[in-house]
């Protein structure tokens, strides 16, 4: 009677954790769906624009920076192509630049590496190195004119195609 009874409770329990299971992959399924939907409206990283009161000095520093010019570059505005995304320097001598404005992470092969090549090119430190989890390293520097400057170093990141 005993073994019986507690080959019902296992049977129970197992439907439970079934239904559970059931439940929760439903639940991800609609995530899912939802969060399809919103993808479609949110496509990703395409402009970081930093405000700067030195337009030539921040083109200046910035292609140092990437190893490269801007592949846009007018008085008004200068862009540069920066891995499938842009990052744009705005004219701007009002109190808008500097750690108030734009705050982007970009993606690098070795955080460390950047970080220290970004305070060799005369950005300061705004935030250490850290592993901020799952592998994932993170640091912040602030430009020359005040703009937080972030890279980010995601083994887990992979660049998927606008639609």
Not at 66 to 74: A, C, N
Not at 91 to 97: E, N, V
Not at 109 to 124: N, S
């Amino acid at each position: 009677m005993f073994v019986l009874k507690a080959f019902s409770l296992a049977l129970v329990f197992a439907c439970f954790a079934l239904s559970v299971s059931d439940d929760q992959a439903r639940q991800k399924q609609n995530v899912k769906n939802e969060a399809s939907k919103e993808a479609k409206m949110i496509q990703g990283l395409r402009l970081v624009m930093y405000h700067v009161g030195d337009m030539q000095k921040a083109k200046d520093w910035y292609t140092k920076v990437l190893g490269y010019g801007p592949y846009f570059d007018e008085p008004f505005y200068v862009g540069f192509h920066v891995g499938g995304f842009e990052l744009g320097l705005h004219p701007d001598d009002s109190k808008t630049a500097g750690a108030g404005g734009a705050y982007a992470y970009w993606g690098v092969k070795d955080c460390k590496a950047a970080y220290q090549r970004l305070l060799d090119l005369g950005a300061k430190p705004n935030t250490p190195v850290e592993d901020v989890g799952g592998g994932i390293l993170a640091a912040t520097v602030t430009d020359p004119w005040g703009n937080v400057f972030g890279v980010i170093e995601n083994p887990h990141f992979k660049l998927e195609d606008a639609q």
